[in-house]
């Protein structure tokens, strides 16, 4: 199926290598990888406070340093930059060693959630601000790291891009997100998870937000932005938005996004069962904390003195 062209008929952008995989590496980018590879790892040497070794080790990898090649264009002395503000970031943050068990709260309610892959591979992020259950700006940050930082470990076969899908449906004045919220929002996607977003779909928003995006749109560098897609509008089955949206995520959109799904409470997201959810969450951190945990030494071999059998 040509996505490409079929996506363009309904004014959305569609290539592999920006939207889904990464572009195969050639002689010239591989260069600038180990350039940039050398740079930062002379660099590291001169910090004030030392990257963490397993951040270092995971930030030189050739797939992160190509990540951060593309997203500044191959400017080395840029690149240079944002992967030690990245490593820097990682070092002290350390969103792969979050766990999921004291974030319950922040969960309850479906705010931000990572219900399964897309049609083309894609992790899909679901974002539903106006369900938001707490106050505490720090926990709701913390629970959206650990959500993005656990989006690449569902990628498979080349792909690194995720699709973002935000509920607009309900969004008004009362409910928009503080500004600090939402630059941080960006400013994890834009600098420490570059050019991992394939696409970006706002569902529905009424007239208001038009206000709120055109608040935020300069923070948004032009390639990021054109990934955005607005949908808004008849969405009915056969419809030219249904069509878009199984073009874009398949033909379980409405079950993995929870559009026109029961809501478990009048306060949680349309299509999200907490317990149900939660319980699938608790199994993948089992997993992590089992991978992550020390293995035991071998016991050593008995040796036997040939001279006393």
């Not at 709120?212 to 923070?219: D, E, G, Q, S």
């Not at 020390?294 to 040796?303: F, I, Q």
Request: net charge negative; aromatic share 8%.
């Amino acid at each position: 199926m040509d996505f490409a062209a079929l996506l363009k008929e309904h004014g959305v952008t569609f290539e592999e290598e920006l939207h889904v995989k990464a572009p195969a590496p050639t002689a010239d980018s591989a260069a600038a990888a180990a350039d940039l590879r050398a740079a930062v790892t002379s660099d590291a040497e001169t910090w004030d406070v030392p990257p963490a070794p397993e951040v270092l080790a995971t930030m030189l990898k050739d797939d992160q340093l190509a990540r951060t090649l593309r997203a500044r264009k191959f400017d080395q002395k840029k690149s240079l930059k944002l992967l030690r503000e990245t490593i820097q970031w990682r070092s002290e943050v350390r969103p792969d060693l979050l766990r999921a068990g004291p974030l319950e709260d922040e969960a309850r309610t479906g705010k931000t959630r990572r219900p399964g892959l897309d049609r083309h591979g894609r992790p899909l992020l679901v974002l539903d601000n106006t369900v938001e259950n707490t106050s505490d700006q720090e926990g709701q940050m913390t629970y959206l790291r650990w959500n993005i930082e656990n989006l690449a470990g569902k990628m498979k076969d080349g792909v690194e891009k995720q699709v973002t899908f935000i509920h607009l449906t309900d969004f008004s004045i009362f409910n928009t997100p503080p500004m600090s919220s939402t630059k941080h929002t960006m400013d994890l996607f834009a600098n420490f998870y570059h050019e991992r977003l394939g696409h970006c779909i706002l569902w529905q928003p009424p007239a208001y937000f038009y206000v709120f995006l055109a608040t935020v749109k300069p923070f948004i560098d032009a390639v990021t932005y054109s990934k955005v897609a607005i949908v808004r509008g008849d969405y009915s089955p056969g419809s030219k938005n249904d069509e878009l949206m199984n073009l874009l995520i398949g033909e379980n959109w409405r079950q993995l996004t929870g559009v026109d799904q029961p809501r478990e409470t009048p306060k949680s997201s349309p299509g999200y069962v907490h317990e149900e959810y939660w319980s699938a969450v608790m199994k993948e951190d089992a997993k992590l904390d089992q991978k992550a945990a020390p293995k035991a030494p071998k016991p050593k071999a008995k040796v036997v003195d040939e001279e006393w059998c």
